[in-house]
């Protein structure tokens, strides 16, 4: 028996069945640079509970104030999900076996609530499973509508309110790849797009192609930032107009008929009166540049100095004559809101100016008055929005109050030297004034969610506080008190109960000021236990006045909620965190752009953040670590490639590299070509060889995100690696910029406190104050 035993495990050497992974062929030959791949790991108990905590239900209210929709969800959907087809096109992600969109989150169960009675009904007739979507109640109130997608198709359900009970309605499936699912024509009717063929039937890829890739520019100038997911060949262009294609229907009491002929339909409106239909189409030739988002490509000479940027025009029905100018922005126009024959509200911004104008435009003399002039960044002139209601033919329009006199505008953050208060306001349009009716108290954070009656003052208000999870309260105006709570959600994190959260303050050496949410540890006495190993989370922001980079933004009275991305769940492992820890980067003088000094900046804001944490006596300077997502992971790396003061770092999904994104990047509207040196020393890819702190990368190999390609974290790490730093890099299957597998999530929590563990609790302690250290 051994004989034989020798004899096939001979054969099985031979034949591969033995032969070492590629990991561990790799670990043979270097053991300083190796896979350590090991499956899915599992971060501790604690961590993955808060992961996988119940979200709480989505909620939707009719405008009467009667009824309420929950929606209740999973956390987060399984890789082997992420896993299903997925064509990337156009600058969009879409599942070709049922023509939508794909990485969507669902909801799995609909529960209807009568607000008056506090009585649940469950609904009859759901699709099992239930992946609900696209939620949109009818012009009456009486029905809500909502897609269902499968793996092989997308539907269209209706609620109808009286029996609670979901019928579908459509026949042939719906095509959802080009948004805009559906739209109500009146309570008995809806619009919606359906697919053309099967998806059996879409072009197949030759294996020979027709010839090569062209494109070609004559003359023209055409800058475009780095978009992900374009269309790249022919075969591309040949898919995009075979799953773009749709048929718009109407369908009235179950029957479809159809509206015009198939197209690639990127929008449809119907007119105030339900008579037209605006539509708005994509045709050949495609871009390359662009995603469909934004066919037709404009000029790109948007920073060109002229006195008006762009025109509105209106074309009567029925749609003959010439188009008649109606206004000129001198800035980018974004939004126009209207609303009676007097009045509509024009924004325009010019983004590397970081500057807002809202004017008032009437419609019956073409007159155009400016009503606000703002710096985008100056949180504490933010006006609100503006409430809309609903007109004769159900579109949404402005509220005024007292005869016009006021807009009614709410504020969702108020924004204020003590924290941020929600606000409800009257604007006036003679004195260009804003009067507060409602904020929400000190020691809680209350806003408005929706305006029920304006007249009445009947709202509802989400409200919440340290202790306190989220919940939804119906209130009048003029009845302090005695407002009625419409929903009873518990705390989903009895793991974080105990723990302490307080928003900080201090100043950087320039005497900017910054803040930041500390949380500590349930129980922690930082006299009788010391200082903390602590973790700095943050996003650096572009300000044109110090001003208004000191302003205090957040609440400390926020009820504390885990996302994937947050960096509270360590302090149940013994962590002090600093989370949004301010990283201001300001323009110094009117001759200089923020970004001239972006490295010597961000060192002020890291050096003042870990002195702050110090001086408490709650975070020990020698055991810092500071981490990032995106933009964050680009201020990590470049805090560890000029500075000595962490012991570690997280970056996630970044871009190191800023000559791959020539034509600009966050807020900095200069090209590589117009400043090579502000790109070269913004990059902390060329200052690789000084990155000597441990460093964690993580990057999700599908990045959607413009700018943020997977290479960017890839040539860094070889990089680093190349110059012999410590350095792990973690590539997520399936993922985009936003992680979502529920594998892949845990994982990364895993490795993540594997690495702060190893490279920031445990370390030796030093002698030398990190906080005074830096290149």
């Known amino acids: 028996?051994?004989?034989?035993?020798?004899?096939?495990?001979?054969?099985?050497?031979?034949?591969?069945?033995?032969?070492?992974?590629?990991?561990?062929?790799?670990?043979?030959?270097?053991?300083?640079?190796?896979?350590?791949?090991?499956?899915?790991?599992?971060p501790p108990k604690d961590i993955a509970d808060l992961l996988l905590a119940p979200p709480t239900p989505a909620v939707s209210i009719d405008r009467k104030g009667e009824w309420m929709l929950l929606g209740s969800r999973n956390s987060y959907p399984s890789v082997e999900e992420l896993a299903q087809p997925e064509l990337r096109i156009a600058g969009l992600r879409f599942n070709p076996d049922n023509f939508a969109l794909s990485r969507q989150n669902f909801i799995n169960g609909f529960t209807i609530k009568h607000l008056k009675s506090n009585k649940e009904y469950p609904v009859s007739g759901l699709p099992t499973p239930l992946r609900a979507g696209n939620i949109s109640w009818s012009p009456t109130q009486d029905h809500i509508a909502f897609t269902n997608t499968t793996n092989k198709e997308v539907d269209l359900?209706?609620?109808?309110?009286?029996?609670?009970?979901?019928?579908?309605?459509n026949r042939a499936p719906l095509n959802t790849i080009t948004g805009g699912a559906f739209r109500w024509l009146d309570d008995k009717t809806l619009l919606y797009k359906t697919i053309i063929k099967p998806a059996s039937a879409a072009p197949p890829k030759q294996l020979t192609p027709s010839g090569p890739t062209i494109q070609e520019n004559l003359g023209k100038q055409a800058p475009s930032a780095t978009f992900e997911d374009l269309i790249k060949t022919p075969y591309d262009e040949a898919l995009?107009?075979?799953?773009?294609?749709?048929?718009?229907?109407?369908?009235?009491?179950?029957?479809?008929?159809?509206?015009?002929?198939?197209a690639i339909y990127l929008s449809f409106e119907p007119s105030p009166d339900k008579k037209y239909i605006l539509l708005r189409t994509a045709h050949t030739p495609f871009s390359y540049l662009v995603p469909a988002s934004r066919f037709p490509l404009d000029s790109g000479l948007m920073r060109r100095k002229m006195e008006f940027h762009d025109a509105v025009y209106e074309l009567p029905a029925p749609f003959t004559a010439e188009p008649k100018e109606l206004f000129r922005t001198k800035l980018r126009f974004t939004t126009a809101i209207w609303g009676n024959d007097s009045i509509a509200l024009i924004t325009e911004v010019l983004r590397g100016k970081q500057t807002q104008q809202l004017l008032r435009y009437n419609p019956s003399t073409g007159a155009t008055t400016l009503l606000i002039e703002r710096n985008t960044t100056d949180a504490y002139s933010d006006p609100g929005f503006p409430v809309l209601t609903r007109n004769k033919y159900d579109e949404p329009v402005l509220t005024t109050t007292d005869n016009g006199k006021n807009l009614l505008l709410n504020n969702l953050t108020g924004s204020s030297p003590r924290g941020d208060l929600p606000f409800l306001a009257k604007f006036n349009l003679a004195a260009k004034q804003n009067e507060i009716i409602w904020r929400?108290?000190?020691?809680?954070?209350?806003?408005?969610?929706?305006?029920?009656?304006?007249?009445?003052?009947?709202?509802?208000?989400?409200?919440?506080?340290?202790?306190?999870?989220?919940?939804?309260?119906?209130?009048?105006?003029?009845?302090?008190?005695?407002?009625?709570?419409?929903?009873?959600?518990?705390?989903?994190?009895p793991q974080l109960a105990g723990i302490s959260r307080e928003k900080i303050g201090y100043n950087r050496a320039d005497g900017v000021h910054l803040t930041g949410d500390l949380y500590l540890p349930k129980g922690y006495d930082p006299q009788k236990d010391g200082p903390l190993p602590v973790i700095i989370w943050a996003y650096p922001r572009e300000f044109n006045s110090a001003t208004d980079a000191a302003q205090v933004r957040g609440s400390q009275n926020h009820f504390t909620t885990i996302n994937w991305g947050s960096p509270v769940f360590w302090v149940t492992q013994g962590y002090a965190i600093l989370d949004n820890a301010e990283m201001p980067i300001v323009s110094t003088d009117s001759s200089k752009k923020p970004n001239d000094d972006f490295v010597h900046q961000l060192t002020l804001n890291a050096q003042a953040a870990i002195q702050k944490l110090s001086a408490m006596g709650v975070g020990d300077s020698n055991r810092v670590a500071v981490g990032g997502h995106s933009y964050g992971a680009f201020m990590t790396v470049n805090l560890l490639a000029h500075t000595k003061l962490f012991k570690a770092g997280i970056a996630r999904s970044g871009a190191y590299n800023r000559t791959l994104t020539p034509f600009g990047f966050q807020n900095e509207d200069r090209t590589?070509?117009?400043?090579?040196?502000?790109?070269?020393?913004?990059?902390?890819?060329?200052?690789?060889?000084?990155?000597?702190?441990?460093?964690?990368?993580?990057?999700?190999?599908?990045?959607?995100n413009s700018g943020t390609f997977p290479i960017q974290s890839e040539r860094l790490y070889n990089a680093i690696k190349g110059h012999g730093g410590t350095v792990r890099f973690i590539v997520l299957p399936y993922e985009a910029h936003g992680y979502r597998g529920r594998e892949n999530l845990l994982h990364l929590l895993y490795e993540e406190n594997a690495w702060l563990d190893k490279y920031v609790k445990h370390t030796t302690k030093t002698t030398t104050d990190n906080a005074t250290r830096a290149f």
């Open 240 to 262: 995009f107009a075979f799953y773009g294609q749709s048929q718009l229907v109407k369908n009235s009491a179950g029957a479809e008929i159809p509206l015009g002929k198939p």
């Open 157 to 169: 359900y209706v609620i109808d309110l009286a029996t609670k009970k979901a019928t579908r309605i």
């Open 440 to 493: 929400s108290p000190e020691g809680s954070f209350e806003f408005i969610s929706e305006v029920i009656d304006a007249d009445k003052g009947i709202l509802l208000s989400r409200r919440e506080t340290q202790k306190d999870p989220p919940n939804y309260y119906l209130k009048v105006l003029d009845k302090p008190g005695q407002d009625k709570a419409v929903t009873t959600f518990k705390d989903p994190y």
């Open 672 to 704: 590589y070509w117009q400043d090579p040196q502000l790109y070269y020393d913004m990059s902390p890819f060329n200052f690789a060889d000084k990155i000597t702190t441990p460093l964690l990368m993580v990057h999700g190999e599908m990045d959607d």
């Open 1 to 42: 028996m051994r004989k034989l035993l020798l004899i096939l495990a001979a054969a099985l050497a031979a034949t591969g069945a033995f032969a070492q992974s590629p990991a561990a062929r790799q670990a043979a030959a270097d053991p300083s640079e190796r896979s350590t791949g090991n499956g899915y790991q599992l």
